[in-house]
């Protein structure tokens, strides 16, 4: 099973459509986890601004400017000045004292806080957002932080929110394979024994497991629907079979009964026997030809073969049939190419090769043509009959080859409608392809046998 | 005639033990090959009919015995369509002549009479001319005369009056013909052996008060002189 097979497998798409559910699952989680944390930290952030606030306005109250300056010193020169920036500056808003260099052009963000642009060490601007309190000396005070600093938080969550999604992609599409393979290779299992099935195999079974699952349920219930069909065919096979068997007894006995009871008729009464014997006669031949049928189908195909001479069975069945061509003033001719070997039963061959003969000398008109051709070809030993008659109209090209069917529905000509359903079992006992053409005009029955080579 | 039949399918055994008395022979029935065997070594029948499968002891067996013990009983072996080698393997072990199910019972019955006949003749010196009333057969010259009188046949003709000849007095039926003249076995649903019989007859026939061949309906020719 290929991998293009498994990608279109009903698990691995539920997979696919799972992976996706779960991918926008882990994204919303994930965006929840982010707006929370981010929220928690700025909270804190925000807290220790106002505690940062609190103390430098208290200090400032006791002590005046010398009181603070140590403290800004100390946070000047912190690792990260970012986190912590302060600004003391005059009433005109000149800068006394602080890690800004000037005071920047305040925006208010309506709950006490301000946003302003801060100038890093590095030369670029980043938003700050931080509080100013005036002081009672008529002074002022913002104390702040940069906004930028919670972004490498937020780089580490969306890298690990990248990694979780990247793994999560990755098993899914593994598991998703692994799945389809376990799925596919039990479905496989019933395809195959289906197909089987289907080309002729009725004795042929689901595969089942001791698993009691579903798919055991299936195959148990697929078996048991098989087993129910198998016994319906083989008594609608043997249905005709036994009523010609069972018909044939008392009707060879009224055919003996009317035999003896001609011996002593009037000369009359002897032409209405004759023709009673007639019917009889056809009806007899009639079952026989059910049960060749019959027995054709159900001997095993393939058993027995031996090597038939094509080529010698062709130019027998013409020189057989010539004389009757003749009668009818057809022109029957033999083309049978030397070296036309098949595997098969000589007398099934025979036959067959004789019902086709026998139709197209009956269904052609006086003064047409009838040609029998076999050769070996490409990969099959083709044998055909071609006749001049006139043909089988396209719809009904598969129909006749069902028992009792006729192309003549008023049934006028004699037969009874089941020599080319012989000549059907004979090719398929032999695995041979019937086809049936139009030969514009007339009828083509082509007979394609397996080459013996590849047998 | 006393007639053994060894079929194990009921409904054949009635077909042919039913056929058979009827043609006022008397008729025993085995339906498995040990019962079979048994009756044909405890008992003297003139003919016996033996399907190729029973159950037990199968058919083919049951003629190799017989014929190991020296009973040179007629024996007609039945058997089933489509098992090809089943003739060869039927006459190898035996048997007189075969058949395929599904058979007409005439046919069962010209050959069962065919097989009786010979029985009966016995053996002597091969012949090298058939006689059949003012028809005269040369089988080494390739010669046919009425009354002296020259017929030019066909070598399939002469092989089709050959075997009619040599059975005269007999129904020969068409699938005989089929398997003794064109060497293919199977029942020939068609008429295409009567075209045969009547080019041959219009040779034969034509312009003379006595017919020889004559049709037998239902079962197939006889030549009678």
Redesign the interface.
């Known amino acids: 099973m290929g991998l293009k097979q498994q990608l279109r497998t009903t698990t691995f798409l539920l997979t696919l459509r799972y992976m996706v559910l779960f991918f926008v699952s882990v994204t919303i989680l994930m965006a929840v986890i982010n707006w929370a944390i981010n929220d928690y930290i700025e909270n804190r952030a925000d807290e220790s601004l106002q505690t940062a606030l609190r103390t430098f306005t208290e200090l400032y109250r006791l002590g005046g400017l010398p009181a603070i300056e140590p403290l800004v010193t100390a946070r000047k020169a912190a690792e990260n000045p970012g986190e912590a920036l302060y600004l003391l500056a005059d009433q005109r808003y000149r800068p006394v004292l602080g890690n800004l260099p000037a005071w920047p052009t305040l925006q208010p963000t309506g709950d006490g806080w301000v946003a302003f642009a801060y100038q890093t060490a590095d030369g670029d601007t980043a938003p700050a957002r931080g509080r100013v309190v005036a002081l009672p000396s008529g002074g002022w005070l913002l104390v702040g932080r940069e906004v930028q600093a919670l972004g490498a938080l937020e780089k580490i969550l969306e890298r690990a929110f990248v990694l979780v999604l990247g793994v999560t992609l990755v098993l899914a599409m593994l598991g998703g394979l692994l799945m389809s393979n376990d799925v596919l290779g039990r479905v496989n299992a019933i395809n195959t024994a289906s197909r089987q099935i289907m080309a002729g195999d009725l004795s042929k079974r689901m595969p089942v497991n001791d698993t009691r699952d579903e798919f055991d349920a299936l195959s148990r219930n697929l078996n048991a629907m098989l087993d129910q069909i198998e016994t319906l065919m083989s008594s609608v096979r043997h249905m005709s079979d036994?009523v010609?068997?069972?018909l044939?007894?008392p009707l060879?006995?009224l055919?003996?009964r009317l035999?003896t009871l001609r011996a002593r008729a009037s000369a009359g009464d002897a032409d209405d026997i004759?023709a009673c014997?007639e019917d009889?006669?056809s009806l007899?031949?009639t079952?026989?030809?059910l049960?060749?049928i019959a027995?054709?189908e159900s001997?095993a195909s393939g058993?027995?073969?031996?090597d038939v001479d094509l080529t010698a069975v062709t130019r027998?069945a013409c020189?057989?049939?010539q004389?009757?061509a003749e009668?009818k003033h057809i022109d029957l001719s033999c083309e049978a190419a030397d070296g036309a070997h098949i595997l098969g039963?000589?007398?099934?061959i025979?036959?067959a090769l004789?019902n086709l003969l026998?139709n197209a000398i009956k269904y052609t008109p006086a003064g047409g043509r009838v040609a029998a051709h076999a050769a070996p070809a490409a990969d099959c030993v083709l044998l055909t009959v071609a006749d001049s008659g006139p043909g089988i109209p396209e719809g009904q090209l598969t129909q006749v080859l069902d028992r009792f069917y006729r192309v003549d529905e008023s049934r006028s000509a004699p037969g009874a409608g089941l020599?080319l359903s012989l000549v059907n079992a004979i090719a398929s006992?032999h695995d041979a392809t019937l086809t049936l053409e139009d030969n514009n005009p007339g009828l083509r029955v082509s007979l394609a046998f397996p080459s013996p080579q590849a047998a | 005639m006393r007639i053994l039949v060894i079929e194990d399918d009921a409904s054949v055994a009635e077909f042919l033990c039913g056929g058979l008395r009827e043609a006022g022979h008397v008729v025993d029935h085995a339906d498995n090959g040990k019962d079979g065997l048994f009756l044909a070594t405890t008992e003297s029948y003139d003919a016996m009919i033996v399907d190729r499968m029973l159950p037990g002891v199968d058919g083919l067996s049951v003629v190799r015995t017989l014929r190991a013990s020296d009973n040179d009983t007629p024996v007609i072996i039945l058997s089933a369509l489509g098992q090809v080698d089943d003739r060869v393997k039927g006459l190898q072990a035996g048997g007189d002549d075969y058949l395929t199910k599904p058979f007409a019972f005439s046919e069962l019955a010209a050959r069962l009479e065919a097989l009786l006949r010979r029985q009966r003749g016995g053996g002597g010196a091969p012949e090298t001319t058939l006689t059949v009333g003012p028809l005269e057969m040369d089988l080494l010259r390739r010669e046919v005369r009425r009354d002296g009188e020259m017929i030019e046949l066909q070598p399939r003709d002469f092989q089709l009056l050959e075997y009619l000849m040599r059975h005269a007095g007999q129904v020969v039926t068409r699938t005989m013909l089929l398997e003794k003249v064109w060497d293919y076995h199977f029942d020939p649903q068609t008429n295409v052996i009567d075209v045969h019989i009547s080019r041959l007859r219009s040779k034969i026939d034509k312009g003379q008060a006595q017919a020889l061949i004559q049709t037998v309906r239902g079962a197939g020719y006889k030549i009678d002189g």
């Open positions: 036994n010609a068997h069972d044939r007894t060879t006995r055919r003996n035999e004759d014997l009889a006669d007899l031949s079952f026989a030809s049960l060749s027995r054709i001997a058993e027995a073969l031996q027998d020189e057989l049939y004389a009757l009668e039963d000589r007398n099934l025979f036959q004789t026998d020599g006992q």
